[in-house]
Nanobody
Framework: QVQLVESGGGLVQPGGSLRLSCAAS????????MTWYRQSPGNEREPVAK????????YYEDSLKGRITITRDNAKNMVYLQMNNLKSEDTAVYYC??????????WGQGIQVTVSS
């Protein structure tokens, strides 16, 4: 079955960096785009970055451009989100996501990122 497992979150001071990782299994990873979402309290889940199956095309949420980088390693079935110059408003639960087909959307369990001094 499809599994997405995030890791790498935690508490970081403003201006700090984190790299989130997502280990994927149960589907042909290199055939599908991968997306990172986040959800902060009281807000809807929003996409923050997306990478196509080959990594050739990337999408970033406007407010995060220049501070985040999404990459993938198809040999390891991993997708990463490097986040730099973190701000308090980046505090959220971050989710790894893949859509295999119509109605076949999978999420990781989510990982907390807290930016605070």
């Amino acid at each position: 079955q499809v599994q997405l497992v995030e890791s790498g979150g935690g508490l970081v001071q403003p201006g700090g960096s984190l790299r989130l990782s997502c280990a994927a299994s149960g589907f042909p990873f290199d055939n599908f785009p991968m997306t990172w979402y986040r959800q902060s309290p009281g807000n809807e889940r929003e996409p923050v970055a997306k990478i196509t199956s080959t990594g050739a095309d990337l999408y970033y949420e406007d407010s995060l451009k220049g501070r985040i980088t999404i990459t993938r390693d198809n040999a390891k079935n991993m997708v990463y989100l490097q986040m730099n110059n973190l701000k308090s408003e980046d505090t959220a639960v971050y989710y790894c996501n893949v859509m295999i087909g119509p109605g076949a959307i999978y999420w990781g369990q989510g990982i907390q990122v807290t930016v605070s001094s």
